[in-house]
């Protein structure tokens, strides 16, 4: 998930050095959207992994 963040996000810095503000924009929401639901699934499987198995 955290690789699709980072690659819409290098497509994104490269489509707004390229001038392209469509697609940097919507690339950079992508990859935004995903850091953080890859962030908030990488804590809960934190959170999850460290109970005592019963």
């Keep these: 998930m955290l ?9 994104g ?3 707004g050095v390229l001038g392209l503000s469509g697609i940097a924009g919507a690339a950079t929401q ?3 959207i995903l850091f ?5 699934l990488a ?8 109970r005592p198995s019963v």
């Design 36 to 40: 953080v639901v890859g962030l908030i």
């Design 13 to 15: 810095i490269i489509a």
């Design 43 to 50: 804590i809960v499987f934190f959170v999850m992994g460290r």
């Design 3 to 11: 690789s699709w963040a980072l690659i819409f996000l290098v497509v």
């Design 30 to 32: 992508i990859a935004w």
